[in-house]
């Protein structure tokens, strides 16, 4: 299988199964002398990881990260931790809690909604265990990968919320970052009253055996005007494409999306006049913080759709290997909304296609 790797400069490649005995990613192109601590990238892992309330899969992992290579300790005044040799920096997440044995009776069936059927039908094979590497337990990797990305560029901050699940909305006029973080907060919802909405609306969803999509909106600020490049390197397409990657989901928009289309030219137009610091400065920011594919210096703003989680109770209809008709009911431990966990996953392919974009700006036109 091809295809494992993402970035031009900063480029990740992934590796490792659901049900495998480890997982984890290779970053080749990071830069020397970024100075970082394990705790940075744990504490990311730790946003992701299963089992943190009722409302995620029950799946019991630590996720915890050993760095392999590619870092050296520091020393001297600065402190402890570590600091990036410019080499190929692999680290690694164990598997503790697999159980396979959950999925024996869908060995010879295609789950509908799942990648069963297309991955047996271009490899002649699939891992039915978890999915393999079509299991969103791939994306463990990719957020250690990002928190590394978030320390490339200087002054970057990324951050993400929910802003819906299911058909229930956020009110964006209580929106507090402060929120998204807290430790009773299951949901990364900016919006306090939306807390118990969603709990009782998830409740309902988890009783009746069925699951809900969700939609994340990832928000970095701190991007240097004229990362990004034209035509087919644009900032806004590397954003998207590492969206769309994520497994479930089925849409990206940048700004204002699809919205923009309701708009008129004036409305939409995001007007401009000089700043103090004799500098252009935006009176709107319809546009998410990208013009022509390259970054405006204002906040770049996406939003991404994660659908259903297809691993339900109810049984659906569907078919096996053999051709037989079949009513399929996938058991274990699955999220009821996969979509709450997704967003450090948004957060860190936002920040892996920012970091890529800032070095290759750098390396074309020699400025940061």
Known sequence: ?????????????????????????????????????????????????????????QRREADEVKILSGVMEKSGPDGDGLVTTGTPISMMIENTDQRSKDYGQIAEQYRPGHADYTYDVKYGLRDYRGGGRSSARETAARVAAGALARKVVPGLRVRGAIVAIGEKNIDRGNWDWDLVEREDNPFFTPDEASIPVFEAYLDEIRKSHDSVGAIIEIVADGVPAGLGAPIYAKLDTEIAAGLMS?????????????????????????EMRMGSDGRPTFLSNKAGGILGGIATGEPIVARFAVKPTSSILSPRRSVDRQG??????????????????????????????IADAFLMHRGQTGRI
Not at 247 to 270: C, P, Q, S
Not at 345 to 352: D, P, Y
């Open 324 to 353: 037989n008709e079949v009513e399929v009911v996938t058991k274990g431990r699955h999220d009821p909304c996969v979509g709450i966990r997704a967003v450090p996953i948004g957060e860190a392919m936002v920040a892996c296609a």
């Open 246 to 270: 994520i497994n479930a989901v089925k849409g990206v928009e940048i700004g204002e999306g699809f919205d923009a289309a309701r708009l008129t030219g004036v409305e939409n137009a995001d």
């Open 1 to 57: 299988m091809s295809y494992n790797s993402f970035g031009h400069l900063f480029r990740v490649t992934t590796w490792g199964e659901s049900h495998g005995p480890s997982l984890g990613c290779v970053i080749d192109g990071c830069p020397p002398g970024i100075d970082f601590t394990p705790a940075d990238i744990q504490h990311e892992l730790d946003r992701r990881k299963p089992g943190k309330s009722r409302f995620v899969t």
